[in-house]
C-alpha cells in the first residue's frame, strides 16, 4: 500500500510539473520574436564587400602566378599537385582573413537591428515558411550607417 502511496504522489507530481511547466514553456515561446534575414543581399551590399573582393581576387591572381611558376618548373606530379593544393589552401586563409571584418560587422548590425525592434531570433529567410519579420534592409541601413560614421 505504501508503495501505492509513494507512486501516486510520484505521478500527481510529475503531471503538474509537466502542464505548469509545458505552460511556462509556452508562455516563453509566445514571446519570443522572430526576425529573418538575407545573409547574401546583406553581404553583396556591405559597403566594404566589393573592394575586399578585389583584394581577394589580387592575392588569388598572384598566388595562382606563382604556383603556377613553380609547378612548370616542377616535374613529379604528386610534387605539382601539393603545390597546386597548398596555393589553394593559402587563397582561402586570406580570404577568411580579409571577410572576417565583414562578418563581424554583419553580426554586430544583425544584434543592433534586433535588439532595438526586440527581436529574439533571427534566422536565414530560406529557413522561414510562415511569419517573422524580414530586417534584411535595415541591417544593410544600419552597415551603410556605420560605414559612413567612420568606421
Known sequence: MRDIKKFVVCLLAAVMLAAFGGAAFAAAASEEKVGEIDPQKILFQHPKYE???KQIKSIADKKQADAKTA????SDNNKKAELFQKMRSEVAAEEQKLMQPIFKDIDLAVRKVA??????VVIDKGA????????????????KKESAGGK
Open 51 to 53: 573592394q575586399t573582393l
Open 71 to 74: 609547378i612548370d618548373k616542377e
Open 115 to 120: 535588439g532595438a525592434k526586440r527581436i529574439t
Open 128 to 143: 522561414v515558411f510562415f511569419g517573422g519579420l524580414d530586417i534584411t534592409d535595415d541591417v544593410v541601413q544600419e552597415l
